[in-house]
């Protein structure tokens, strides 16, 4: 008897040793890193674009694109998974045209005041086998975003509302035709007609790195009394990271 609780005592004793041990090694180990979790600073997206509201006389192609470009800065809110973002950034929309043109200068009449879609008939020998219209916009995006993972947004669902105000850079009309053989590109620049602010509600959702981007315009196409009301929106995907 006496033998065998000499062994449970030997037993316990260097068992003790043992976590003593191990409780030093641990205090001295390296502490692991810091890891910052991703803000999502950077906001990459690419639209498929139409005027989505406008006069029956007005006709487009159905193959519309834009692109987004947005530098963000994340501001956490307390200790949710909520947070509020803005940012700076560019904004291009390309929407092309259907047998028409715009009128935008008329040299029948100096004081023109509005924008013009006029017919573009392809049997015409003078007819643009491509005509686009372009705009850009130096844009700030507002977003409440929230993410199920708050440590590392890389990862889990994220979802978010906000809204796009834009300052009008430039926007400029794109013709293609041929004379003869010969390819001729037609470029006009323009802001004359063209609403100088952009307003635009959004909302994003995915997954980690990629979600489903949309954008519906609350202003114009055109300054009022300039051209006809039209209503532009935008559908696509959103990259974003760091």
């Known amino acids: 008897m006496r033998k065998i609780l000499a062994v449970l005592a030997l037993l316990m004793i260097s068992h003790t040793l043992l976590l ?18 991703s803000r999502d600073f950077i906001m990459l997206q690419l639209n498929y674009v139409n005027w989505i509201k406008k006069p029956d006389s007005i006709k487009t192609k159905p193959f519309g694109y834009g692109f987004n470009g947005f530098l963000c800065y994340d501001f956490p809110i ?6 509020f973002a803005a940012g700076l950034g560019i904004n291009v929309s390309v929407v092309y ?7 935008n200068t008329d040299t029948s009449s100096p004081f023109q005041q509005a924008a013009r879609f006029v017919p573009d008939p392809a049997n015409d020998s003078e007819s643009f086998k491509r005509y686009k219209f372009v705009t850009t916009y130096l844009q700030a995006p507002f977003e409440l975003r929230y993410f199920s993972n708050s440590q590392n947004r890389n990862k889990g669902f994220k979802a978010a509302i ?8 430039g926007a400029d009309t794109k013709g293609v035709t041929s004379v003869g053989s010969t390819k001729i590109k037609e470029k006009i620049d323009t802001k004359r007609y ?14 980690g790195n990629f979600s489903l981007f949309a954008s ?7 300054k009022q009394n300039a051209g006809p009301p039209i209503t532009p929106a935008a559908i696509g995907i959103c990259l974003t990271g760091l």
């Open 20 to 37: 003593a041990q191990d409780d030093k090694m641990n205090s001295n180990a390296v502490p692991p890193p810091i890891v910052k979790p």
């Open 216 to 222: 519906y315009n609350l202003t114009n196409v055109f």
């Open 162 to 169: 906000g809204m796009q105000i834009g300052t009008l850079l």
């Open 97 to 103: 045209l259907d047998l028409q043109r715009i009128a």
């Open 194 to 207: 063209v609403s100088p602010w952009n307003f635009a509600a959004t909302a994003r959702v995915g997954y």
């Open 78 to 83: 307390k200790r949710s998974k909520l947070s």
